[in-house]
Nanobody, 121 residues
């Protein structure tokens, strides 16, 4: 069983920074893409940032250079550095990952439990 464990959420004022960490644990064969999604109250979940096993990155339009996603493949861990935070960045941030391979005959989509990020004005 593979699980995603998130940490690093919390509170900050507008213009501040937070760093989120997502670690995959358990019987891992291969972690492919890893990413972060967020959901604000009353809104749909949206993609924040995704990084592939090759290191290719994709960001939501609202990021606009403020966030950086990275990963340590040896540790099966992804990071989201968030700078210049705005009140509209407030929400629950969820880690997402795909684990598996054609070699083992499975591809699992995993979600973390979510971590709350609050940005005050």
């Amino acid at each position: 069983q593979v699980q995603l464990v998130e940490s690093g959420g919390g509170w900050t004022q507008a213009g501040g920074s937070l760093r989120l960490t997502c670690a995959a644990t358990g019987s891992i064969f291969s972690i492919n893409r890893m990413g972060w999604y967020r959901q604000a109250p009353g809104k749909r979940r949206e993609m924040v940032a995704v990084i592939t096993s090759a290191g290719d990155r994709n960001y939501g339009d609202f990021v606009r250079g403020r966030f950086t996603i990275s990963r340590d493949s040896a540790k099966n861990t992804a990071y989201l550095q968030m700078d210049s935070l705005k009140p509209e960045d407030t929400g629950v941030y969820y880690c997402n990952a795909e684990e598996g391979s054609v070699v083992v005959g499975r591809f699992l989509e995993l979600w973390g439990q979510g971590t709350l990020v609050t940005v005050s004005s």
